[in-house]
């Protein structure tokens, strides 16, 4: 029952934002920034598209032994960006967009185990 009233809140709320004119930021585009964590800094870039809430691209790692883009998807609420990648290799960035900024946090969790790191970004 709580998860029912849960999710029937959610097109509510999207309803009363767009009727306030709060809509949320735009995120496509290209982002440059950083990872940061107790092993030092990954350099990355994102490269976003957004269609409605709806958030889609992928994250490149700019080092030189990194794999190519890692396709990521999620979603913005408000200035409130989540992406995910991977399934055995699992990446999710959780940040705050503000004009051409963001900031927010990263979580790796592979084999290798879990890692938390700080994210920057701008365009």
């Known amino acids: ?9 959610v097109p509510f709320l999207a309803f009363a934002l767009a009727a306030c004119g709060m809509q949320a930021p735009d995120s ?3 982002w440059t920034g950083e990872l940061t964590g107790p092993g030092g800094v990954i350099p990355i870039t ?12 992928t994250l490149t790692f700019e080092l030189p032994q990194a794999p190519a883009g890692l396709p990521m998807s999620g979603t913005i609420i408000g200035s409130q960006l ?16 503000n004009g051409n900024s963001m900031t927010g ?7 290798e185990g879990i890692s938390s790191l700080q994210l920057s970004a701008t365009r």
């Open 105 to 111: 946090a990263a979580t790796y969790s592979g084999p």
């Open 28 to 30: 496509s585009g290209l």
């Open 46 to 57: 994102l490269s976003l598209t957004q269609q409605d809430s709806q958030v889609s691209g």
């Open 82 to 97: 989540t992406l995910s990648a991977g399934t055995t290799a699992r990446v999710d960035l959780s940040a705050t967009v």
């Open 1 to 9: 029952m709580r998860k029912r009233l849960r999710y029937a809140f």
